[in-house]
C-alpha cells in the first residue's frame, strides 16, 4: 500500500492524513482478509450453515464483488477460493465443474449496515483482487479534502486529479523488472474526469510449477482452471480502481478479441494489452492518455 498526496499540500498535515488512513485500510483488511485466521471472512468461510450475518466492511467488500462480477460479465469471481487452492497445491485434482447454482449466492441488508449472506452449501469466498479495489476506492473517500491523491492499493490505484493537475503512471513491462510498457499520464480538465480508476491483472505474477505445468492465481470460472488466453497482462483505465480491476481481471480471462469487446462495451477510459506475441496493443481511446 502506498498514499501519495499533493506534492504542494503541507508535509505535516499530508503525514497526518497519511496515518489516518493507513490505520482504517489496516481495520478493513483485519476483516476481509483470508490470510488471518481471526478475519471476518475466515469466519463466513468455515460457517457450514447456509445463511450467515455479516458486519458493514465485509458486507461492503462482498457487494463490491457483486457489482464487480456483474461490470465483468461473470468473469470477476470472488467465489473461486477452492479453485484458486486447487491451482496452487500439487497434490489436488482439477476441480470439479461447478453445478448449476454455484454462482448464486445474495445479501440481504441489516441494520448498522450488516447483511445476511445466503449460499449453496461449502461456497467460499476470496476477495483478492476485488478488495484491493474496493479498498483502494474507499480509501481515497477518506482524503476527499485533497484536491490531488492516490491510493495504491499493491497495483489497483485510485486516483484523483485536481483541476489542471497530472499524475504520471507507469504501466511495468513484466518481461524486464526496469522497463516499461508505456506511461499513462492523468489529469483534469473539460474533457477528462478528476477521479480515475487503474489496475493491471497478469499470468507473470504468482505462478507455480505443479507436476511440471505452470499454474497461476488468475482463475477462469468458466473451466474453475487457471485462464488460457493470448493476454499476458492487462492494464485497465476506468472510473474506479474496482472496476479497473475487474475488467483487468476480465481481460486476461476473455482473451484480446472477446477482452476487447467487452471493454468498450464497459466504456472503459483506456487500456494497454500485452499479448503472448510480444505484442502490446492499446485501445484507441487510450491514445490521449499515454506520454509521449
Do not use: Y
Request: aromatic share 4%; proline share 8%; glycine share 10%.
Amino acid at each position: 500500500l502506498s498514499i501519495h498526496l499533493d506534492p504542494d499540500a503541507n508535509p505535516g498535515d499530508a503525514a497526518r492524513a497519511g496515518r489516518l488512513v493507513s490505520g482504517r485500510i489496516e481495520s478493513w483488511v483485519s476483516r476481509m482478509t483470508r490470510h488471518a485466521e481471526c478475519s471476518e471472512l475466515i469466519a463466513l468461510n468455515d460457517d457450514p450453515r447456509s445463511e450467515v450475518v455479516v458486519g458493514p466492511t465485509l458486507a461492503a467488500a462482498l457487494r463490491a464483488g457483486r457489482q464487480a462480477h456483474e461490470a465483468s460479465e461473470g468473469l470477476a469471481d470472488i467465489t473461486m477460493l477452492d479453485a484458486r487452492l486447487a491451482a496452487e497445491d500439487p497434490d489436488a485434482a482439477p476441480p470439479s465443474s461447478p453445478s448449476p447454482r454455484a454462482g448464486e449466492w445474495s445479501l440481504s441488508p441489516g441494520p448498522g449496515g450488516s447483511a445476511t449472506v445466503r449460499r449453496p452449501p461449502g461456497l467460499r469466498f476470496d476477495l483478492g483482487g476485488v478488495g484491493k479495489g474496493w479498498i483502494a476506492d474507499r480509501a481515497l473517500d477518506l482524503l476527499s479534502h485533497w484536491p490531488s491523491a492516490v491510493v495504491d492499493a499493491d497495483g489497483d490505484m485510485a486516483i484523483r486529479c485536481a483541476p489542471g493537475g497530472t499524475w504520471e503512471v507507469g504501466i511495468d513491462d513484466p518481461r524486464s523488472p526496469d522497463a516499461l510498457l508505456a506511461v499513462l499520464r492523468l489529469s483534469a480538465s473539460r474533457s477528462m474526469p478528476e477521479r480515475w480508476g487503474v489496475a493491471t491483472s497478469g499470468t507473470s505474477v504468482h505462478r507455480w510449477n505443479v507436476g511440471g505445468e505452470v499454474r497461476h492465481h488468475i482463475i477462469d470460472p468458466r473451466t474453475r482452471m487457471p485462464a488460457i488466453s493470448d493476454v499476458v497482462q492487462a492494464t485497465v483505465v476506468a472510473g474506479s480502481a474496482l472496476m479497473a480491476e475487474a475488467l483487468a481481471k476480465a481481460m486476461v480471462i476473455a482473451g484480446t478479441v472477446e477482452g476487447f469487446a467487452l471493454l468498450e462495451r464497459a466504456r472503459v477510459h483506456g487500456a494497454v494489452v500485452l499479448t503472448d506475441r510480444g505484442e502490446t496493443l492499446a485501445l484507441p481511446n487510450t491514445l490521449p492518455l499515454l506520454a509521449g
